[in-house]
């Protein structure tokens, strides 16, 4: 297994959509792999491929206290979800240090592949449902900084910038 290098906010590479998974082999279970190394390691709770600058659609995620219960999902797509909307606190690994507050559905019903390409339905609420959305957001380009004001996001980009010149 390898630790992969995150992409980091702005990164427009982080706004590629990615593209279905049509293979499920060796290297799509490697590349699983490598990834949840990669969030393990960061520490995370949810990584997508796009974070990783493979632009496939597959999220990695493990919401657990004792992080033994890696969720696969491959072609993920959300087919229901609730319209009553929470406010949760995000952060994420491509944007480091940022946490701020995003809107999202409590619930949703997400349909996906695991890593043999068998197909299956899954309802997720609360931390786990807040992760797939914010994870799905990837791999559609979007980053979840881009779900708060422009004034925000300026702020968040003036912030990263700073850092990384330190």
Avoid at 6 to 27: G, N
Avoid at 122 to 143: N, S, T, Y
Wanted: aromatic share 4%; charged share 30%.
């Amino acid at each position: 297994m390898a630790l992969l290098p995150i992409l980091e906010y702005p990164d427009p590479r982080l706004h590629t959509v990615a593209a279905p998974v049509t293979v499920f082999d060796d290297a799509l279970r490697q590349l699983v792999a490598d990834m949840a190394e990669t969030m393990y390691a960061a520490p995370g709770v949810g990584l997508a491929a796009t974070q990783v600058d493979v632009h496939q659609r597959l999220i990695v995620i493990d919401t657990s206290e004792t992080k033994d219960q890696l969720r696969v999902f491959i072609n993920p797509q959300i087919v229901a979800a609730s319209d009553e909307l929470v406010v949760c606190e995000e952060g994420c690994l491509s944007v480091p240090g940022i946490f701020e507050e995003v809107r999202r559905p409590r619930w949703v019903r997400v349909r996906a592949q695991d890593a043999d390409g068998q197909s299956f339905d899954l309802d997720a609420e609360g931390l786990l449902a807040v992760c797939v959305q914010h994870e799905m957001d990837h791999l559609e380009g979007k980053v979840f900084v881009e779900k708060l004001s422009l004034l925000k996001r300026e702020r968040i980009k003036a912030k990263l910038r700073k850092r990384k010149k330190r």
